[in-house]
């Protein structure tokens, strides 16, 4: 029997062999809407690039090989890719979620998944009889888990979560954006359905928006094709190749963030001004046990809360190579202000009981040369 090949082989080779015509090694953007069909009847596999497009195929079949999935969906935005998957849910569902998610998650669950009587039933996913507790709630359906979340980087114990959630019926998905498939497979550990925002480590450049879903079984795949075509939130060829470029260099751009956060982080702890560090590789994070039984590596995200936030925005404006701006997972490094940026939505309450305070900031870790990154957070602290 053949072995599988590698995750970071399938990836390099990513749209390769689609053209045998000309043996093209990039897959061809097929910027098209409609396909001309042989004759009645008769079809080439491609109708309309709503549908399917050979493009967006490419994409898709390189997610579901990477996550070990049985089929691939690519979608216009994470959030477009996390709505089709609520509309699986009858009116009336309920979904036991993460509570310190993406803030434009939690809009999407408040703002427009109640509108269509989607309710969200928020619990710390890191605390196991927390989850035990909200799945025993009457009407819940699904269980929604970020990990980790976004941005406390809290850690979920997936296989626990995903056998509770199986025990009451619910259909588990799970939103890996911060790890990707090169460092964790959900559909491995049994979960239904894996989310993405693409925008971040999949495409890797800042350049596209971008959503993805993979399923594990046949069966979901059926109803996510269905909800693919009937909601048509679809991901455009353009954006489709260049979501496929970036997957080539994930496995590379992911060592290097990876080992630069762990070398940022070791530094914020020790930092006089710096009040706490999140991130899961350093030892005393409570989820580094947890996080090191399911995934083979911690990511590239940390947050960390300063002394004093009065000193936020001189800290903002004060940084010269990394950038004050919002997304995370590019080459580039990013500092947001998740109270002010990615969790605006949130009620200030909410945020301080989450713990997502003043002085808290977040750093998408990139490529860059960690002495460089480093010395210039040295600059504002």
């Not at 029997?1 to 043996?23: F, K, S, V, Y």
């Not at 409609?34 to 994409?59: E, I, K, W």
């Not at 079984?217 to 909800?227: G, H, M």
Request: hydrophobic share 45%; proline share 5%; aromatic share 6%.
């Amino acid at each position: 029997m053949t072995a599988p090949l590698a995750i970071e082989t399938q990836l390099a080779q990513a749209g390769c062999r689609r053209d045998p015509r000309t043996g093209a090694l990039s897959a061809p953007i097929y910027q098209t809407a409609s396909f001309a069909h042989p004759a009645l009847g008769q079809s080439t596999g491609f109708d309309y690039s709503r549908t399917s497009n050979p493009t967006r195929l490419a994409l898709e079949e390189t997610l579901a090989a990477a996550e070990a999935g049985h089929r691939g969906f690519a979608f216009a935005s994470g959030l477009a890719a996390i709505d089709t998957v609520l509309r699986l849910l009858e009116a009336g569902s309920r979904v036991v979620v993460t509570e310190d998610l993406y803030g434009g998650t939690f809009r999407l669950f408040e703002k427009a998944a109640r509108s269509f009587g989607i309710e969200a039933l928020y619990v710390d996913t890191s605390d196991t009889e927390a989850v035990r507790r909200a799945l025993k709630e009457p009407g819940v359906r699904a269980l929604f888990i970020e990990s980790p979340t976004n941005p406390l980087l809290k850690i979920a114990n997936l296989p626990v979560l995903i056998a509770l959630a199986r025990g009451v019926g619910a259909v588990t998905i799970v939103d890996n954006t911060f790890l990707t498939p090169c460092r964790q497979r959900p559909l491995d550990l049994g979960a239904d359905l894996v989310v993405y925002s693409a925008t971040k480590y999949l495409s890797g450049h800042n350049d596209v928006v971008a959503g993805a879903v993979v399923a594990r079984t046949s069966e979901w795949s059926e109803r996510i094709a269905f909800l693919q075509n009937a909601v048509g939130a679809v991901l455009g060829p353009q954006d489709s190749w260049l979501a496929l470029r970036g997957l080539k260099t994930l496995p590379l751009r992911l060592k290097q963030q990876e080992e630069n956060a762990g070398r940022i982080a070791e530094w914020l702890s020790r930092h006089p001004r710096v009040k706490s560090v999140y991130y899961p590789g350093l030892p005393g994070h409570p989820g580094h046990d947890t996080l090191k039984s399911q995934a083979s590596g911690f990511g590239a995200m940390i947050a960390f809360e300063v002394e004093d936030a009065a000193r936020v925005p001189a800290i903002l404006e004060g940084v010269r190579v990394f950038l004050f701006a919002e997304s995370l997972g590019g080459v580039e490094s990013l500092i947001t202000y998740p109270r002010v940026q990615t969790h605006a939505d949130m009620a200030s309450a909410v945020l301080d009981r989450l713990g997502i305070g003043p002085g808290l900031l977040r750093l998408s870790v990139g490529i860059e040369n960690v002495a460089d990154l480093i010395r210039d957070l040295e600059n504002v602290l």
